[in-house]
């Protein structure tokens, strides 16, 4: 069985849209796949609470318990590695990973942001793609380097920037098209059908 380990810090929408479509698609039975945990850096993460309901361990690791980032995705691995994951998925989850973080976990570690990179890595996304006049805006799911952001793109969907859109308005059509993209996207990954997957 391929264990799942989601990362959150807030309301973990990606995170319960990744659960519904693999009680929905069976994802146990077609892929030998399961969501192990869910593990929050914030005690207070909506998400936690989804994730409970569904029969899924939780765990919190409080970043500000720890002196350094080093510390802390230290701290954070070993939760992590007691459920011997196979994928790690990052779904709003807000800390820069330290390259020992990310090395550990190579090729099998994705995370999704709202733009369309490489345009517009970082925060403020939304905002920033208005700024700049684009016409469309969009999500990326793609495979964790130590370059914030950036890394292999897996998967992509794009949604256009209407002409009285607010930051707000325009994430609110990002995360509808998050929500169907990052499950198709980890399926995809679990049935070797994206072509960057290492
Ligand atoms: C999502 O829009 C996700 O793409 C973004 O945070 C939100 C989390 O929402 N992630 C980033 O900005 C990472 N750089 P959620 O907690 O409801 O899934």
């Known amino acids: 069985m391929k264990n799942i380990v989601i990362l959150i ?10 659960v519904r479509a693999a009680e929905r698609d069976r994802w146990a039975e077609r ?3 399961r969501i192990a945990a869910v593990i929050s850096n914030k005690a207070d993460a909506g998400g936690l609470a989804i ?3 569904h029969g899924i361990d939780t765990a919190v690791v409080p970043h500000k318990d720890f002196a350094t980032r080093e510390a802390f995705d230290e701290a954070l691995a070993k939760v992590v590695d ?3 994951p196979g994928l790690v998925v990052l779904a709003g ?3 820069i990973l330290t390259p020992g973080f990310v090395g550990r976990y190579a090729g099998r570690l994705v995370n999704i942001h709202p733009s369309l990179l490489p345009a517009f890595p970082g925060l403020h996304t939304h905002q920033r793609a208005i700024e700049a006049g684009c016409k469309v805006a969009g999500v990326t ?3 964790v380097t130590t370059e914030l952001d950036h890394g292999p793109i897996l998967a992509q969907a794009v949604v256009p920037v209407l002409p009285d859109d ?3 308005t325009l994430a ?3 995360l509808a098209q998050e929500h169907l993209l990052y499950p198709r996207a980890i399926a995809g990954w679990l049935l070797d059908t994206l072509s960057h997957k290492p």
């Open 172 to 174: 609110g059509r990002v």
């Open 9 to 18: 810090s807030g309301g973990g929408s990606n995170m319960a849209a990744i």
């Open 93 to 95: 989850f807000m800390r």
């Open 31 to 33: 892929f030998g796949a």
């Open 141 to 143: 799911v793609h495979q």
């Open 82 to 84: 007691t459920h011997s």
């Open 166 to 168: 607010t930051a707000a």
């Open 51 to 53: 994730a409970k309901a």
